[in-house]
C-alpha cells in the first residue's frame, strides 16, 4: 500500500504510526457499559452505595461529586487521588486544595469493598468515582447521563502536581479560563462545571479574604450582594474559626440552576464562583444563560463532565485491590480490608 511513496515518506508514516502505538498502549479506549459482562451489577452497585451515604449525610453527594474535579486534573481521571500517603511518596490528599477540604473517601471505599465481593479486581477506582460522581448528580436531582468506562487505576500520585494545577478559590475568571483551557475545556464547559457548585459546601477559610482584604484592599468584594455579605461576616468573622462552612448556593442539596441565579444577584458564596459574573464578558454570558435556562445548564454540565472524564495521563495502570494503596505496595493493607 505504501510501495508507490517515496521512502522518505514511508519512512515518517511508519514513525507516525509507531508513535500512535506508543500512546494507544498506554491510552484506553473508554466506553458506556463496559462492565457489562465482567460485572453487570457495578452500576447499580455504586448507586445504591451513594444513596445509602446521602441518607446518612446529604453533604457526601457534593464531596463525593467534587472527587472526579480533584481526581481528573491532576493527570487524567485514574484514582491517584484516593491513594494514601506513603514513606516514600507524598499523595494529593494532603495537597493545598484538597487538606482539610475533600471528604467522602470512605464512600469510596465502601463501593469499592461492595464491588470486590460481587466481582473480584474487575472494576477500577477511577471508573468508581467516575459512577458515583454522576449518581451524586442524579440523586440530586440533577441531569442523568451514560458514562464511558474502562479507565485503570495509577501506580502512583503526586501532591506536587496537585498543588501545581488545582485552583485557589482566589482565582478571577480569566485564572479560571486559562486553565480549562488547558484541558481543552472550553469558557462554557467551565461555567457549566462551575454549577457543580449547586450543592455542597464550604469553609470559611476559602471566603475570608474576600470578606474583609479583597486583593489586598484591605475591604470586601465589591461584587457581593450587601445583605448576603452581613449574613456572610456573621457566619466568618475575622479571626474565627476557617473551618466552620456555608452553603455554597441557596438549594445546597438540590443539583438546579440557583447558583447561576445567586450569581446573578450577587450572592456567589465563593470568589471563584462570584466572579464568574463580575469580572468577565465571556463567563457572564453563560452564567446568565444558565441561570435562565436550567434545560441549556444541563445539557452542558453533562457534555463537560464527560470532556473532563475523557482525561487520561497516559502511563500504565493497575485495577487496584484498595483505592488507598497501589497492589504492589508494600505498604498499607493489601488484603482488601480498609482502615
Ligand atoms: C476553577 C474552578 C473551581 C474552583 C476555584 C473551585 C473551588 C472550590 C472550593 C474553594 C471549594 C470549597 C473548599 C473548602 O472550602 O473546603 C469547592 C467546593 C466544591 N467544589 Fe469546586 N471549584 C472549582 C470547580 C469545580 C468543579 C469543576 C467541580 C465538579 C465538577 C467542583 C465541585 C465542587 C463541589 C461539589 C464542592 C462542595 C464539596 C463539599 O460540600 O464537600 N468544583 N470548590
Ligand atoms: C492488581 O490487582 C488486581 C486484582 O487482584 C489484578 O487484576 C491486577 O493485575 C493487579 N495489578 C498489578 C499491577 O499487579
Ligand atoms: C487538547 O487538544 C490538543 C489538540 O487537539 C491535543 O494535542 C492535546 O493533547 C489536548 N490536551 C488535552 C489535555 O487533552
Ligand atoms: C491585606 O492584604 C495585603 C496584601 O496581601 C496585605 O499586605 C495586608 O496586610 C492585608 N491586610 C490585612 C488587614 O490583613
Ligand atoms: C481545621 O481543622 C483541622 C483538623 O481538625 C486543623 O488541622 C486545621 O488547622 C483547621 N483549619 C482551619 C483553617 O482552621
Ligand atoms: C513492584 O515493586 C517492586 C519493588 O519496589 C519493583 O521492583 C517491581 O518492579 C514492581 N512491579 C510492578 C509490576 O510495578
Redesign the pocket.
Known amino acids: 500500500m505504501m510501495s508507490g511513496l517515496p521512502l522518505a515518506l514511508r519512512i515518517l508514516l511508519l514513525f507516525l504510526l509507531h508513535m500512535m502505538m506508543m500512546i494507544s498502549a498506554t491510552t484506553v479506549k473508554l466506553r458506556p457499559g463496559f462492565y457489562s459482562q465482567t460485572c453487570p451489577g457495578a452500576e447499580s452497585v455504586v448507586r445504591e452505595v451513594i444513596k445509602k451515604s446521602m441518607k446518612k449525610d446529604p453533604r457526601n453527594a457534593a464531596s463525593v461529586m467534587r472527587l472526579q474535579f480533584h481526581d481528573c486534573f491532576v493527570n487524567g481521571c485514574d484514582a491517584s487521588l484516593l491513594l494514601d500517603d506513603t514513606p516514600t511518596m507524598l499523595g494529593e490528599k494532603l495537597s493545598l486544595s484538597n487538606i482539610n477540604s475533600l471528604r467522602s473517601y470512605e464512600v469510596i471505599d465502601e463501593i469499592k469493598e461492595e464491588l470486590e465481593k460481587l466481582c473480584?479486581?474487575i472494576v477500577s477506582c477511577a471508573d468508581i468515582i467516575i459512577m458515583a460522581s454522576r449518581d451524586a448528580v442524579v440523586l440530586s436531582g440533577g441531569p442523568n447521563w451514560e458514562v464511558k468506562l474502562g479507565r485503570k487505576d495509577s501506580?502512583t500520585a503526586s501532591q506536587e502536581d496537585s498543588n501545581k494545577i488545582m485552583p485557589s478559590p482566589r482565582f478571577t475568571a480569566i485564572a479560571q479560563i486559562e486553565l480549562f483551557s488547558q484541558f481543552n475545556l472550553s469558557v462554557k464547559d467551565l461555567v457549566a462545571l462551575s454549577g457543580s457548585h449547586s450543592i455542597g459546601k464550604a469553609r470559611c477559610f476559602s471566603i475570608v479574604f474576600r470578606l474583609y482584604n479583597q486583593s489586598g484592599t484591605g475591604k470586601p468584594d465589591p461584587a457581593m450582594e450587601p445583605k448576603f455579605r452581613e449574613k456572610l461576616d456573621k457566619l466568618c468573622p475575622l479571626g474565627g474559626d476557617g473551618n466552620v462552612t456555608g452553603d455554597l448556593d441557596a438549594t445546597p442539596r438540590i443539583f438546579d440552576n440557583q447558583y447561576f441565579k445567586d450569581l446573578v444577584s450577587g450572592r456567589g458564596f465563593l470568589n471563584s464562583d462570584q466572579t464568574l459574573y463580575s469580572s468577565n464578558e465571556r463567563t457572564r454570558k453563560y452564567v446568565q444563560y444558565f441561570s435562565s435556562d436550567q434545560r441549556a445548564f444541563f445539557k452542558a454540565f453533562v457534555e463537560g463532565m464527560v470532556k473532563m472524564g475523557d482525561l487520561q495521563s497516559g502511563r500504565p495502570g493497575?485495577?487496584?485491590?484498595n483505592c488507598r494503596v497501589s497492589?504492589?505496595s508494600t505498604y498499607g493493607n493489601l488484603d482488601g480490608v480498609l482502615r
Open positions: 473480584r479486581g501506580l493497575e485495577i487496584r485491590r497492589n504492589n
